[in-house]
């Protein structure tokens, strides 16, 4: 029979922003804990922001708030809807139809950033019309 050494659970004592949020972490004993991820500036913009290619529909106006990590060589990894709500033809949907937020998500995985010394955390509004 074999047997695992112990674990213990790492809590930081800040907290942490991994892929959302994360209170607490089971590391090995020894392991350092987790650093806190910084804020972005709100003034950051991307350098390339392809746009989501939405599903076919009339008159649409979508609305969404979004939250991605930017990693030091500028690329957008973890992207995640939090809120969205969409128009279509004067009918409004909260939160927006499936494929319209999958459309999204595909598409910031594309956005580049200028180089950072070290990743931050982003959240942006965002509204497409068509």
Not at 29 to 35: D, M
Not at 77 to 86: D, E, N
Not at 105 to 122: D, F, G, I
């Amino acid at each position: 029979m074999t047997h695992s050494p112990p674990r213990e659970v790492v809590m930081p004592t800040r907290g942490a922003l991994v892929a959302g949020a994360l209170a607490c972490v089971v590391a090995p004993i020894g392991a350092q804990p987790l650093r806190l991820i910084d804020t972005c500036p709100s003034e950051l913009k991307p350098v390339a922001s392809p746009a989501p290619v939405f599903p076919q529909a009339a008159a649409f106006d979508y609305h969404v708030t979004v939250s991605f990590v930017i990693d030091v060589g500028g690329a957008v990894l973890v992207p995640r809807v939090k809120v969205s709500r969409i128009s279509i033809n004067g009918t409004r949907k909260s939160p927006a139809p499936p494929e319209f937020d999958s459309a999204l998500v595909a598409a910031l995985t594309k956005w580049k950033y200028e180089s950072r010394v070290r990743p931050c955390a982003a959240t942006a509004e965002l509204s497409f019309s068509d």
